[in-house]
């Protein structure tokens, strides 16, 4: 519980409806709840503090220009997006976390590669299972160069109109070109899907030639990052437009292990983290169904007011997303 004198400081600013006052005593809350290793507790209400003040602590405080619109509906091209998860959040391969270190070491230093005529990679694709840290890695990435996350809709970037959608597609890669920002082409299959399947009509086709010109045409500010689920359909020239490739995988042994130590640091429970009936009770799970769990378990020990977590509530939790 947060300290008397923060809590009257919280009070006092939100009656008085002082916002700068406010987020500080929150910040302080937030942080005392990460020193007793309330992680959990720490990141929600980090999440409910920045997703209204776009400001995490103190970064991506830059406002960038309104995004491009789709002619046809009006619907915004990107989303842009406060990141708010760091690297030590990010568990994964060592091979894929090197890439993503090496990333970021390459913008973070990029002055110095331009001194000897080089830049940071700029185009890199993300593949593998849902659910496994895709767009986690890209948000990630974007807190730590501190960018926005513009994440590309496709639900208006993909028009009914002939020619439309390249025409979109212009305007997203014009806007990514001028302002510096981290941009998530989610579910990039639904642009670069392989020409040479016969199912396709000739529109989708000249989609994928438009993605393939822009991206081996594209020098602009911002990192682009595609993620797809089904690198399978892709078409073959894609792979070649990208610098970097980047393999997601379903977690091993170990990184449920070092997934669940995280989920449930400051839980009190009643058994071992690597245990190998908990180890095994995981096993085949992205990381996103791990994390559902732990917290769908947590919620039914705090609503039946149990004062350590059990093995039965990580089951019961299991059964309930496994029937999800």
């Known amino acids: 519980m947060a300290s008397g004198k923060i809590l009257r400081q919280l009070l006092k600013a939100g009656t008085a409806g002082d916002k700068d006052a406010f987020r500080l005593a929150s ?13 959990l507790l720490a990141n929600d209400l980090e999440k409910i503090l920045y997703s209204s003040t776009a400001d995490r602590r103190g970064k991506v405080s830059r406002l960038t220009p309104s995004v491009p619109t789709d002619k046809e509906r009006g619907l915004p ?16 391969p060592s091979a894929g976390l090197d890439a993503v270190e090496e990333l970021l070491g390459e913008h973070r230093r990029e002055d ?3 001194s000897y005529g080089m830049r940071p990679a700029n185009r890199v694709l993300f593949f593998g299972p849902p659910g496994c840290g895709k767009t986690l890695t890209a948000e990630v990435i974007a807190c730590e160069l501190d960018m926005p996350l513009a994440v590309v809709r496709l639900d208006a970037l993909v028009s009914s109109f002939l020619g439309e959608t390249a025409a979109n597609l212009r305007k997203v890669f ?3 070109s001028e302002y510096p920002m981290v941009a998530l082409f989610d ?7 392989e020409r040479a399947d016969s199912g396709e009509h000739g529109e989708l086709r000249r989609v994928v030639n438009a993605v393939l010109q822009m991206i081996d045409a594209y020098q602009g500010k911002s990192l682009i990052i595609a993620a797809t689920n089904h690198e399978q359909i892709l078409d073959s020239a894609i792979w070649r437009r990208f610098e970097d490739i980047i393999e997601f995988s379903k977690p091993s042994k170990d990184m449920i292990i070092k997934l669940l130590s995280s989920k449930l640091r400051g839980v009190r429970r009643q058994f071992e983290i690597d245990g190998p009936e908990i180890v095994e009770l995981f096993d085949g799970l992205s990381g996103a169904d791990i994390e559902r769990v732990v917290r769908r378990a947590a919620k039914r020990m705090i609503l039946k007011g149990q004062e350590f977590l059990s093995l039965n509530d990580l089951k019961s939790a299991l ?6």
Do not use: V
């Open 112 to 114: 110095i590669l331009r």
């Open 77 to 92: 091209l990107l989303d842009i997006r406060h990141p708010q998860r760091s690297l030590d959040e990010l568990i994964l």
């Open 27 to 39: 910040e302080s809350i937030i942080e005392e709840e990460r020193l007793k290793q309330h992680h």
């Open 319 to 324: 059964g309930k997303e496994i029937r999800r």
């Open 174 to 176: 014009d806007y990514i």
């Open 187 to 193: 579910e990039f299959d639904a642009l670069g899907k």
